[in-house]
């Protein structure tokens, strides 16, 4: 009865396919109506960022067979000035970029599941100055629902913490120790002035540390 079991499965095996490219075609058009949903709030998001001229895509492309995300995969395009064509994330955009972008993703994935503690590690990297503060907002937006752990250089977003910690490290004979230490008011305002003035505690930068963390307390 070989041959008639090969029929069966050969039977089988077709109506299973058939049945998989259905599946595959429902996932590619939700995929595709979702990639237009994310690439629209991601801009939304990202524009008060100093990324007024954002335009962001997801574009697909065929694979060769089955795969567990269907049978295309997602290619994120992406151009941050005017009349500039659009060219894939990872060639395109800068460090600043990328550190934004990333942050705006875990925003939108926070605020649609469940997620009691969030570590953001440098993801402020390649910025300053007034999109610094700006970036420190929406973590303090995020940390109202949960907790945000955030590790920082720049000054005004650490000045958005409600709690602070310095990390310090110290080599010994025979290894390097690292010390977590809560700061209080006092030694929160002279570290955030070493972080505004590469270290060196002026009175100009105690002034303007002062002022940041009254700013945002």
């Not at 395109?92 to 953001?120: D, H, Y």
């Not at 929406?138 to 920082?152: F, K, L, S």
């Not at 700061?183 to 930068?205: F, H, I, K, W, Y």
Request: aromatic share 4%; glycine share 6%; proline share 3%.
């Amino acid at each position: 009865g070989g041959e008639e079991s090969i029929r069966d499965l050969q039977t089988k095996i077709t109506t299973l396919k058939k049945q998989l490219t259905n599946s595959a075609k429902q996932l590619t058009e939700a995929r595709q109506k979702g990639g237009e949903q994310f690439a629209e709030a991601l801009e939304n998001m990202a524009r008060p960022l100093s990324m007024p001229n954002i335009n962001f895509k997801v574009e697909w492309e065929s694979t060769e067979d089955f795969t567990e995300n269907g049978t295309e995969r997602a290619i994120y395009t992406f151009s941050a000035n005017k009349n500039m064509p659009l060219t894939p994330l990872s060639k395109s955009a800068s460090g600043g970029e990328i550190s934004r972008m990333m942050l705006c993703v875990k925003a939108m994935i926070a605020s649609n599941r469940t997620m009691p503690v969030m570590l953001f590690d440098e993801i402020d990297s390649g910025i300053s100055g007034e999109t610094a503060g700006k970036v420190g907002k929406i973590m303090a937006e995020m940390a109202n629902d949960r907790q945000i752990i955030v590790i920082t250089h720049l000054p005004q977003v650490a000045a958005k913490g409600v709690n602070h910690y310095n990390i310090s490290k110290q080599d010994l004979a025979d290894r390097t120790v690292a010390t977590v230490k809560q700061l209080n008011q006092e030694e929160r305002v002279a570290e955030v002035a070493r972080m505004m003035s590469d270290g060196e505690l002026t009175p100009a930068a105690l002034s303007l540390a002062t002022q940041l963390l009254t700013q945002n307390n």
